[in-house]
């Protein structure tokens, strides 16, 4: 079974870290879930949640999901033997993202994002902060050079969403896309395009 790595900090954005674990556990992969005490606080104040509840992330999926402890750096997913098929921090913050560019780190999540680094697996950092500082922008080039992938949390508007959950998935699906996990979020635009073609083609016969 593939697994990945979740990573919750505190960036405004945990909508999107739900639709994305629900998406990664419905297509029955494991999520190892890590949040900041930060990410704690925003599943509380924009899920309403107490707590990390694997089954109220997961859609009910929560047997997909193990929660670890974000003061645990000694634990299984800061080491480079934890075989899994790429990690994504969402939303991840300007602090994590700095920590991360320079190596420096203070808890399992960013631990977890550095050791993806070192063992050339998948690390994406769906970066949720605006506008950018020059300080960002560094360190988004340094771990972008060090193979990590950079998602601003922008969702575009060219497939014409009608609800903030099209928003949402919309981004979702590009950082499962990244993943390589299958998943039915989002029209691609392929598939737009032919909508729009067989649509044209009927309105004219």
């Given at each position: 079974m593939r697994r990945f790595i979740v990573?919750?900090?505190?960036?405004?954005?945990?909508?999107?870290?739900?639709?994305?674990?629900?998406?990664?556990?419905?297509?029955?992969?494991?999520?190892?879930?890590?949040?900041?005490?930060?990410?704690?606080?925003?599943?509380?104040?924009?899920?309403?949640?107490?707590?990390?509840?694997?089954?109220?992330?997961?859609?009910?999926?929560?047997?997909?999901?193990?929660?670890?402890?974000e003061n645990d750096v000694g634990g299984a997913l800061g080491s480079g033997s934890f075989m899994h098929d790429g990690m994504v921090i969402v939303p991840c913050s300007a602090n994590t993202l700095a920590r991360v560019s320079v190596g420096v780190t203070d808890n399992q999540l960013q631990r977890a994002a550095c050791v993806a680094l070192k063992e050339r697996r998948p690390l994406i950092l769906a970066h949720r902060e605006s506008p950018l500082s020059l300080t960002e922008i560094e360190a988004m080039r340094t771990v972008t050079l060090a193979g990590a992938?950079?998602?601003?949390?922008?969702?575009?508007?060219?497939?014409?969403?009608?609800?903030?959950?099209?928003?949402?998935?919309?981004?979702?699906?590009?950082?499962?896309?990244?993943?390589?996990?299958?998943?039915?979020?989002?029209?691609?635009?392929?598939?737009?395009?032919?909508?729009?073609?067989?649509?044209?083609?009927?309105?004219?016969?």
């Open positions: 990573g919750i900090t505190g960036a405004s954005g945990a909508i999107y870290a739900r639709r994305v674990i629900q998406a990664i556990t419905a297509a029955e992969c494991r999520v190892e879930l890590v949040a900041s005490a930060n990410g704690r606080r925003l599943v509380f104040d924009e899920l309403d949640m107490k707590r990390l509840d694997a089954d109220a992330l997961s859609d009910g999926r929560g047997e997909f999901v193990t929660i670890h402890a992938i950079v998602v601003p949390l922008a969702p575009g508007f060219y497939l014409k969403p009608r609800s903030i959950d099209d928003l949402v998935d919309f981004m979702a699906a590009r950082l499962l896309d990244l993943l390589k996990v299958p998943h039915s979020l989002s029209r691609r635009w392929d598939e737009h395009v032919a909508d729009e073609r067989a649509d044209r083609a009927s309105q004219r016969a």
